[in-house]
C-alpha cells in the first residue's frame, strides 16, 4: 500500500457554503469487533461514496503480512495474515483548530462512529457534561505511520506450521535433509521446533526452522 504524503488539501466545508478550509490527511485507528476487520472496511468504503464523503474519508485499511501455513499433509498456502487483529486505520481529511491540534469534523466522525461494528475510535478520553466521556479520535504521527505501513511493505513471509509434539516429520533442506524423526517443541514465535533425528544410530534434538522440514502423512 501506498501511503500519501500528509500534504495540505482544500474541501469545502458544509457549515458554510463556498468556505474554503485547509485540510490535511490523518491515518486513524478504529477499534471494530473481532474478525469484522473487513466488513467494516467494505462498509465505511461504500457509506463514503453513497454519501459524497470520499473527500474526507480517504482511505480505509487493514495491515496484513504474507504468511506461509504448513498443513499437516506437508502442502504449504501462501496468505496474509492481519498484523493488528481487531483494528482498522483509516484515512480522514482533518482541519486544524485555533488551538493547532488537527481534528476531523462531527459529520465523518459521525460516519465511522455509526458504521456496524465499528467499536469506537483510538484516542484520549475527555469528559463531557453530566459526566458522561467522550473518545476523541487522535491522528498517529508520521513516524507511527511509517512505522505501521512500512512494517508491512518489507515484512518477510512468516512460516507457521501445524504441528504438535509427537508428530512425525522429514527433513526437506539444511545439512539434515532427508533425515525422519519425532517433534518435541515448537516454538511458534521463533518460527522453528525441535526434533529428535535419529543421528549415527542416536536419537539427537536437533533444532529446524519450519520451512526445513515436512510433516509425514
Given amino acids: 500500500m501506498v501511503v500519501p504524503a500528509a500534504i495540505p488539501m482544500t474541501y469545502s466545508a458544509n457549515s458554510v457554503e463556498g468556505e474554503e478550509r485547509v485540510g490535511r490527511p490523518c491515518w486513524y485507528v478504529v477499534q471494530v469487533a473481532s474478525g469484522c476487520e473487513q466488513k467494516v472496511k467494505s462498509t465505511l468504503e461504500q457509506r ?6 470520499t473527500d474526507r474519508i480517504l482511505q480505509v485499511a487493514i495491515p496484513q503480512a504474507p504468511v506461509v501455513r504448513i498443513r499437516k499433509d506437508g502442502s504449504r498456502q501462501n496468505t ?17 483548530t485555533p488551538q493547532g491540534q488537527w481534528e476531523i469534523d462531527d459529520e465523518a466522525w459521525q460516519l465511522v462512529r455509526n458504521t456496524p461494528h465499528v467499536i469506537n475510535f483510538v484516542g484520549s478520553q475527555q469528559w463531557r457534561g453530566s459526566g458522561r466521556t467522550h473518545v476523541k ?22 512460516v507457521k506450521v501445524d504441528m504438535a509434539p509427537g508428530d512425525l516429520i522429514v527433513v526437506i533442506s539444511g545439512p539434515f535433509k532427508d533425515f525422519r524423526g519425532e517433534v518435541i517443541e515448537v516454538s511458534p514465535e521463533r518460527n522453528k521446533l525441535k526434533a529428535l533425528l535419529s543421528i ?8 529446524l526452522e519450519f520451512n526445513q522440514i515436512q510433516k509425514e502423512s
Fill in 200 to 207: 549415527f544410530g542416536r536419537e539427537t534434538p536437533v533444532e
Fill in 137 to 158: 479520535p487522535m491522528p498517529l504521527t508520521d513516524a507511527e505511520v511509517e512505522r505501521v505501513f512500512q512494517s508491512v511493505a518489507v515484512e518477510e513471509p512468516k
Fill in 80 to 96: 496474509e495474515e492481519k498484523i493488528y487483529p481487531g483494528y482498522v486505520y483509516v484515512q480522514m481529511l482533518a482541519t486544524r
Fill in 48 to 53: 463514503s461514496r453513497t454519501l459524497d464523503m
